[in-house]
Each structure stands twice: as structure tokens, then as C-alpha cells.
């Protein structure tokens, strides 16, 4: 049985050649075990994990909630449908799942399918089970291992059938999968699900992975299909400027486009380059992920009974050298092991140290821009050992430090701290594909990086560094300046943006940061948004909320970071009528316009309301809710009574504020930081509540 779940999905467009294996279960007996059906009628795709056909492995033919017959699969099962070893051309894996509500699905795609843990997983897709080692029930919530860890997330309905469709190009090693015939995902085939596999396709693997789960399966087809077309990109605008004030923060947007239907998924990653900086003389610093100063709690390795290669690393971004922005790496320092009466965990070989640049993808390093190698002789063992490399200036792109280790079979040379949990110290591969991560939690590598030189600080970043582009789609990334200590004047650097685009694969914008006291900011920023009183969610580029009601209308409440930009489209908004369950699913936008009264973007708000009944006018209590809470500067008040004045008192009893017949907000903010009380006066009587004011 597997000990380590991983699986790979692609989603492919375009039209079938050659159908490899095609079954919808239609001519099996029902409750029949279905390799064994299958090779007895000479399919003899279908096997088991452990070759054992008819064996508990082994799924079931059996009828769907909506009548189809289809393979079912439960809790035990371990099937295998043979892919034949695929290496080159361009396929398409597809098929149907059905989960009932309180269970759960997951499948996978073998590169190379041993039976043993010794195979390599190109994709895992979780659906409804989390992805922790517990696998808890994550209903209507799905998950892929793809080219990295947790690489993408997605939603689906249980109850219904599900439409799973995977591309694999082997030739251009490329991939994409879709759920319902949206792509969710696109990744480097050979990146593998967690680490690295090889361009073949090998085998689907239909596994219930927790006691529980059950799913139908149906529609299966592998298919050889055409390339999808080449992506043509661009982005706009082609250069960003922002106007703040001393102290402030501002955003502005640019889009990666992808401008051709059916083309290539664009996979893409961006940053802002302040180069040149002139290189001078200044103080020493060290940069790490996990704690530079103290003992690793011990060593990782993967051989088994055999020898390895593994490289690992830690991956510094501008917002872990901030502050050191300018300065210039000159060591890598690796804490070394050696063998005791605990096990051996010293290195096996020569220690290859590298220094690489930023790539295009999350998971993906850049060029080599330092690298040495030494023989273990030169190391003192169960000591931090420092190594000279070629300078490397830190000008905001991120940068691997990386450390490249060969391990004796049974070793555990890979020093790491398990007490520290960041995605960014866990890097790891084999081979010369794409990055993965371990999956114990909290591990970070004993790494770290001494550099020196005169630094400066950065001032812009961005709000979504990597990223998929679709075909015929674009995605908003928005660049961010924060004037905070910067004195006014003019400030510019460039935003790097790299693509796996082949005459597409690099872009620059200009990016200025304008800093004066008088300049009207284009800050067009949200910081919150109330739907009735209720705070919206942010997600992805909508705002969400569920709420109840009794009336066909909403008040949207809309609160800027720049208290000087404007909203239009907030207010009292209509919602569209419910259906026969009594739910109003309403798509509102609103456009925020900043102080400069140029600058503009526009947001979206989804609103699922449940219309209730009204209630008879004497079922209505007094009731009032404050946001937001603690408040910054307006306080809104909702109440579905008439107010005929607003007293504020602090905690000694004072009153600090009375506004007689008040609108649905006051301005607090002259009020100095603390607990209030707020009492407002009804015809009824009075209504009390506490708040804080920030």
C-alpha cells in the first residue's frame, strides 16, 4: 500500500486522434469486480495496484444515484488502469466522478508505475480530503499536488457528476488539468506532483484514500490529441506610475494577457527590480528561513537501500531581504552532520553550493548565478561551515540558495530544523526538474546566506508574484508602493515580469513612486466591505457573502484606504429575485475613484441572499449592530429603527460625542484610541453597545 499519495491531472483542448482505451462500464455485471471483469473480456488495462485482480483491491461495477452504471470504488480499493507507457505525443486523459455528500475522491496519474513506493507520481488530485496525512473531509473542496505541493485548489458539487479532463503534451512537457471544462491548472509535466518524474505517462490510479470514502467513476477515455496553439502575451499598461503622499500606501494594476483561444496556459512570475544600485562598503548581514543560530533537529534522506542525489534549498524573496535590498551575498553556510550512534547523516560525496536567479514559476529557479564545489574533506563535521561564492547583489528578484547533497543508502545528510513552518525553506528536487517540497511539516533546511555592503531599503512590491494565465484570458496583478520613510521625491525601479512563453518569456515596466506632501494619491485601494452590516470576504478578485434579509435590497458599505477616494454603485443596491429555495444570487460591481479623480478600478461583490418572510411590524425587536468594530474613522450603525440622537461616552462615564438624528454613520475619527459606549436613543426607549476605537 502506498504511504505517499500523489497524483497529476491535465486538462487538454483540441480534438481526439487515436482512443488508447475508452469504457463507461455499460457491458459489466453489476457488483462484478472490475479487473477482474475486464480481463476476462481481454481489457487488460484495468489491474490492481498489486496485480491482484478479484481481490479486495479490486473496485465494483455498480449503479450511480442517477441510474448510470459506473465503476464504484470504496475504502480498501486500489485500482490501476494502464496507460502504456506513453513517452511521446500529445494525450488527453478524461472522465466523470460522482462523490456523495460526506465522502470523498482522489486519483492520480503514475509516470512511471513500479507497485512500490520506488514509482514516480506526476499528479494527485484530491477531491473533498484534505491533504495532510489525515486526509479530513474538506466538502465540495478540491486539491493538487501538480508541479509543487498544494499547487492548485478548486470548488466542486457533490451529488452530480464532475468532469475531469487532463492534457499532457510529452513533446513540449507541458500540462493542464479542468474541472467542468474550466482550466484550473497548468504546470511542467516533469515537475511531478511533490518532486520530479519522467516524460512518460504510465498509469491513472483510482484510490479512496480515508475509511469512508466512496466515488463512482465513468467515461473514461485516453486519447491522443493535437497541441494546443502557441500563446501570444502582452500586458497593459506598459508603464506604472504612483502619486502618495509621505506615509502612505498606493496600488495600481497591470494585467498579464493571453491573447489567443485554445492557446498554451501562460505560467508566469513577476518582481520589482530596483537595479542599478551602486555597490558600497557597509556592514555585514545574514539572511536564512529557519533560526541561523542554533543545531538543526536532525537530517532527511531518500535513498532507501540505494545511493542518492538530491538538491535542496531555501528561497529568499524581497520581502525577506528588505531591508538589505542592494547588499551583496558573498557566503552560503550549511550545517554539515556527520555519524553517531543515532544513524549516519553525513554527506557522501563532494557538497555543491549554488546561488540561483528567479524563474518563471513558483517552483522553478532562474539562471545559475554563483556556484562552487568542495570535496567533504574540507568540512568540519556537526558545525555551520561557511563557503566563499561569487558575489551576488540582491536588486528584489528572489533568489535560491540551494545545496546539492549525495547520500549513502540508509543516510539522512540533509540537515533541517523541524520547528520552523515556511514554504520558502523546504525546496527540494532530483534531477534537473522542477522544485517540490517534503511533506513533513514545519521542515526547514539548515541553510543560510552572509552578505555585506551598503543597503537601502525597497519601496515597491507586488500583491501576486506568480501565476497562470489561461488561453484568451488575462490576470490582474497589482503593483504597490509604500512611502513610509522615503522623503518626497521622485523614486523608480522596474517590474520583471518572465513567462515559459518562447519569444514571450521576459517583459519590463517602468515603475515610479512619486512621494509629495501635496499631490493628490491614485490610491484606489479597498480595505473593507459591508454587505447589511455583514463584512464581505475577499476571493481571488470578488468580494463574497452570504446573508439573510426580508427585502430585495442590500446596503453596501464600502471603505477605502484613502479616506479622500470616492465609491460609486455603493448604497442601498437591488437583488435580483430568489429562486424556488428562496435565494437571491445577485453580481454587483462598484468602482472606487481616487483622490487624483483620474484613477479608477472597478471591484465585484457577489451577494447570495435568503429571503425570509417579514416579520408583523410588532414582531420586531430593537436591535442595532455597530461596524466596523474596533473603528478607525466612520462607524455605521444598523438598526431597523428610527434614531433620534447618538450619545458617546468613554469609560469613565463622559459624554465625548452627541450628533442628534443621525445618518447611518458618525465620524469618530477624533477620538483618541480606547473602549466606548454608544447609546442611541428610540422612540422606544434606548439601545446600549460597546466598541473600540482604534
Not at 266 to 283: H, K, L, M, Q
Not at 417 to 422: G, M
Not at 677 to 691: S, V
Amino acid at each position: 500500500m502506498k504511504k505517499v499519495l500523489l497524483l497529476m491531472v491535465c486538462a487538454l483542448m483540441g480534438f481526439a486522434l487515436n482512443a488508447q482505451v475508452s469504457d463507461d462500464f455499460s457491458d459489466y455485471d453489476l457488483g462484478g469486480k472490475i479487473a477482474q471483469q475486464a480481463q476476462a473480456m481481454g481489457r487488460d488495462y484495468w489491474t490492481t495496484w498489486d496485480d491482484a485482480p478479484g481481490t479486495a483491491e479490486d473496485g465494483v461495477v455498480n449503479e450511480a444515484p442517477d441510474g448510470t452504471q459506473a465503476g464504484y470504488w470504496t475504502y480498501g480499493n486500489d485500482q490501476i488502469l494502464k496507460l502504456g507507457q506513453k513517452d511521446t505525443g500529445v494525450w488527453e486523459v478524461a472522465f466523470k466522478m460522482w462523490i456523495p455528500t460526506g465522502t470523498c475522491g482522489y486519483f492520480n496519474i503514475q509516470a512511471n508505475f513500479t507497485g512500490d513506493q520506488d514509482g514516480d507520481w506526476a499528479i494527485e488530485a484530491y477531491v473533498g480530503c484534505g491533504t495532510s496525512s489525515a486526509h479530513n473531509l474538506t466538502p465540495g473542496k478540491g486539491a493538487l499536488h501538480a508541479g509543487g505541493s498544494n499547487a492548485a485548489t478548486f470548488n466542486f458539487d457533490h451529488d452530480t457528476w464532475i468532469n475531469f479532463k487532463l492534457y499532457i503534451n510529452l513533446d513540449d512537457d507541458e500540462a493542464n488539468i479542468s474541472v467542468n471544462d474550466n482550466v484550473i491548472h497548468s504546470w511542467v509535466y516533469t515537475s511531478g506532483a511533490q518532486s520530479g518524474c519522467p516524460k512518460i505517462i504510465d498509469a491513472l490510479n483510482i484510490f479512496p484514500p480515508i475509511a469512508g470514502a466512496k466515488f463512482y467513476i465513468t467515461d473514461i477515455v485516453f486519447e491522443e490529441t493535437i497541441p494546443l496553439l502557441p500563446a501570444i502575451v502582452s500586458i497593459d499598461p506598459t508603464e506604472i506610475e504612483i502619486k502618495l503622499k509621505p506615509g502612505n500606501t498606493a496600488e495600481a494594476p497591470f494585467n498579464i494577457i493571453s491573447e489567443v483561444e485554445g492557446s498554451s496556459a501562460v505560467v508566469w512570475s513577476a518582481y520589482v527590480d530596483y537595479s542599478p544600485i551602486a555597490i558600497e562598503a557597509g556592514s555585514e548581514f545574514t539572511l536564512a528561513i529557519c533560526d541561523p543560530y542554533i543545531e538543526p533537529t536532525g537530517g532527511i534522506g531518500w535513498g532507501g537501500d540505494d545511493a542518492f542525489t538530491v538538491e535542496i534549498a531555501i528561497k529568499l524573496t524581497v520581502a525577506d531581504y528588505a531591508n538589505e535590498l542592494g547588499g551583496v551575498l558573498k557566503k552560503i553556510g550549511f550545517f554539515v552532520m556527520g555519524e553517531d550512534a543515532a544513524g549516519d547523516f553525513s554527506p557522501a560525496d563532494d557538497l555543491r553550493f549554488r546561488v540561483y536567479g528567479q524563474g518563471p514559476a513558483i517552483n522553478m529557479q532562474g539562471e545559475v548565478l554563483a556556484e562552487i564545489v568542495l570535496e567533504m574533506k574540507d568540512f568540519e563535521e556537526w558545525e555551520w561551515n561557511f563557503v566563499d561564492i561569487d558575489p551576488v547583489q540582491l536588486t528584489g528578484s528572489e533568489v535560491w540558495i540551494a545545496v546539492q547533497i549525495t547520500g549513502e543508502p540508509g543516510s539522512h545528510p540533509a540537515s533541517h530544523d523541524s520547528n520552523f513552518d515556511n514554504d520558502n525553506g523546504n525546496w527540494v528536487r532530483f534531477g534537473e526538474g522542477s522544485w517540490g517540497k517534503t511533506t513533513i511539516e514545519g521542515n526547514c533546511w539548515a541553510i543560510q546566506t552572509i552578505g555585506d555592503g551598503k543597503t537601502t531599503k525597497a519601496w515597491g512590491y507586488l500583491d501576486n508574484p506568480y501565476g497562470i494565465t489561461f488561453a484568451a484570458t488575462e490576470s490582474e496583478v497589482n503593483a504597490i508602493a509604500n512611502s513610509t520613510g522615503f522623503e518626497e521625491g521622485e523614486y523608480t525601479a522596474t517590474i520583471v515580469i518572465l513567462t515559459n512563453i518562447e519569444d514571450y518569456d521576459y517583459f519590463e515596466i517602468p515603475f515610479t513612486m512619486i512621494v509629495c506632501e501635496e499631490c493628490a494619491s491614485n490610491d484606489v485601494r479597498v480595505k473593507e466591505v459591508f454587505v447589511d452590516g455583514e463584512k464581505a470576504d475577499l476571493e481571488g478578485e470578488m468580494y463574497r457573502i452570504s446573508i439573510e434579509t426580508t427585502e430585495l435590497t442590500a446596503e453596501i458599505v464600502v471603505i477605502t484606504e484613502d479616506e479622500n477616494a470616492t465609491v460609486e454603485g455603493a448604497g442601498v443596491q437591488p437583488l435580483n429575485e430568489p429562486n424556488a429555495m428562496g435565494i437571491s444570487v445577485t453580481d454587483l460591481t462598484f468602482t472606487v475613484t481616487a483622490e487624483d479623480g483620474v484613477t479608477t478600478k472597478e471591484y465585484k461583490l457577489k451577494v447570495n441572499a435568503k429571503i425570509d418572510t417579514p416579520p408583523a411590524i410588532s414582531e420586531i425587536t430593537n436591535e442595532m449592530a455597530l461596524y466596523p468594530n474596533p473603528v478607525s474613522d466612520y462607524l455605521y450603525i444598523k438598526t431597523d429603527v428610527v434614531i433620534e440622537q447618538v450619545t458617546i461616552y468613554d469609560l469613565a462615564g463622559k459624554v465625548v460625542k452627541q450628533v442628534k438624528q443621525p445618518t447611518n454613520s458618525i465620524d469618530l475619527s477624533e477620538l483618541a484610541s480606547g473602549f466606548y459606549m454608544l447609546k442611541a436613543t428610540i422612540p422606544q426607549g434606548e439601545m446600549m453597545q460597546k466598541f473600540i476605537k482604534e
